[in-house]
């Protein structure tokens, strides 16, 4: 019901994704998450469309 789109098709430092809902879906969870030096995502929640 909705797509992830990044920065990069890679999972680096820095790669921002944010997640786009299909039309009459609405999201959960956080809008963004970003790729950290550790190499762990910003949001720690899941995010989703339903």
């Known amino acids: 019901h909705g797509y992830m789109k990044c920065t990069s098709t890679d999972p680096i430092y820095g790669t921002r ?4 809902c299909d039309e009459g879906f609405e999201r959960s969870g956080a809008s963004t998450t970003e790729c950290t ?3 762990t995502w910003t949001s720690d ?3 989703s469309c339903s």
């Open 17 to 20: 994704c944010s997640i786009e």
């Open 37 to 39: 030096k550790s190499g």
């Open 45 to 47: 929640t899941s995010q």
